[in-house]
């Protein structure tokens, strides 16, 4: 390629068509694009974080839309974008089995345990 | 400039092309400004914003390096408050007003994809700090085309509405691309000193990028060989220039000496 290109993801994206099209009415009274989370990499080496979100008609635009919202600012080397409702959320309802039985349980910590003298030492 | 029949110097010439490429991009920059608040989406709206600062940001460096060629300690807002419609050198492309979101699009699109490949040979030209300036802003003008190329295939290939009106959009600029490719002497002086890109060297990739472009977003490519405007070099410019400077120019000729401070 002699012009910047990319592997194209989803181009003529169906979704766009869909969004952009006033037939959509009948299904959603919400004419905004697809909701995309953004996760953002500050630094090679470091874990991806949540940046926010963004509307998008497809995935290369999400991207875009992400560097020009999210990492305009020298925030990231790279930049993840996911479709909002593919990421699966514990309920509230879930949070008593789901976290409450840790409270009682500080020996899941490393901290809980001393550590003797002669090893410190060592380390 | 060129009023007289004096011989054209190197000096003379660098800083009449630093101009016109500074032109080009503040002008530019500036239709793209309009944009804020205005865009379609939020999203884009800050896209289009950033994409204005970047050619904003070109065209200082470029006025800047301008007067410091020149070398009569002018400074380079003098250079864009104070010039009047027939000084300016920007293509006429550049200053149309900025029409619907599909024409903004076009525009975008056509002028990005110049700029790339005039940008990759201006890169390598025989003077450290201009090719240093170049390879610095190639990197955000191949943004821009991406941005905009990606754009052109959503329009095109979306819905009748937005395929017309980016249609009609080229349709309505086509006139206006011939002159990206226009040169004088002022370029002929500097390639052969190896200072200035020769456009005549990247035409035919520049017609397969948008041909290409155009196809797979479901367009018609206008005819190449139909009319084209030309004398925007010489200070032949459209009505709406004069109005765009009249908004850019009117707080700093009302107020010269006033400061940021």
């Known amino acids: 390629m002699r012009y910047p290109s990319r592997s194209r993801l989803s181009t003529h994206d169906p979704n766009l068509k869909e969004n952009m099209s006033e037939k959509n ?8 694009w697809p909701l995309w989370e953004v996760f953002t990499q500050p630094r090679d080496g470091k874990p ?5 979100s963004l509307h998008a008609p497809d995935a290369e635009m999400a991207l875009e839309n992400a560097r020009d919202v999210y990492a305009r600012r020298k925030e990231a080397v790279n930049i ?3 479709p909002s409702d593919q990421i699966v959320a514990s309920k509230g309802e879930d949070a008593g089995p789901f976290f409450d039985p840790a409270d009682d349980k500080p020996y899941r910590h490393p901290q809980f345990y001393s550590v003797p003298r002669a090893s410190k030492r060592r380390s | 400039m060129s009023t007289e029949t004096t011989t054209l110097t190197k000096q003379d010439a660098l800083f009449e092309y630093l101009v016109r490429l500074a032109d080009d991009r503040l002008i530019l920059g500036h239709r793209l400004s309009e944009w804020c608040g205005h865009g379609p989406i939020l999203e ?4 289009l914003a950033n994409i204005s600062l970047d050619y904003i940001g070109h065209a200082a460096s470029l006025y800047e390096y301008a007067v410091e060629v020149e070398d009569k300690g002018r400074h380079r807002d003098n250079l864009v408050y104070f010039r009047n419609d027939v000084e300016y050198k920007n293509l006429k492309i550049t200053e149309l007003p900025k029409g619907d979101f599909g024409f903004t699009i076009a525009r975008q699109f056509l002028f990005a994809g110049f700029s790339y490949f005039l940008y990759k040979q201006l890169s390598d030209v025989e003077d450290e700090q201009f090719a240093g300036m170049a390879q ?6 191949k943004y821009h085309l991406r941005h905009s190329r990606e754009w052109v295939l959503r329009l095109g290939d979306g819905t009748d509405e937005s395929h017309e009106r980016i249609q009609n959009s080229f349709n309505d600029i086509w006139t206006y691309v011939g002159e990206l490719f226009h040169q004088d002497e002022i370029e002929e002086l500097l390639q052969g000193e190896k200072l200035a890109a020769d456009s005549e060297n990247f035409k035919s990739d ?3 990028l948008v041909v290409d472009t155009l196809e797979e977003a ?3 490519v206008p005819d190449f060989d139909q009319f084209m405007v030309e004398g925007s070099r010489d200070g032949l410019h459209t009505e709406h220039l004069g109005h765009l400077l009249a908004e850019m120019q009117h707080l700093r000729r009302s107020y010269p000496d006033a400061d940021w401070e």
């Not at chain 2, 884009?44 to 896209?47: P, V, Y």
């Open chain 1, 80 to 82: 993840w974008v996911v």
């Open chain 1, 48 to 52: 991806h974080e949540h940046a926010g």
């Open chain 2, 136 to 141: 610095k802003h190639l990197k955000e003008v």
């Open chain 2, 44 to 47: 884009e709206d800050i896209a």
């Open chain 2, 218 to 220: 479901t367009l018609e």
């Open chain 2, 206 to 208: 520049w017609k397969e």
């Open chain 1, 25 to 32: 009415d009948t299904e959603s009274k919400d004419t905004q």
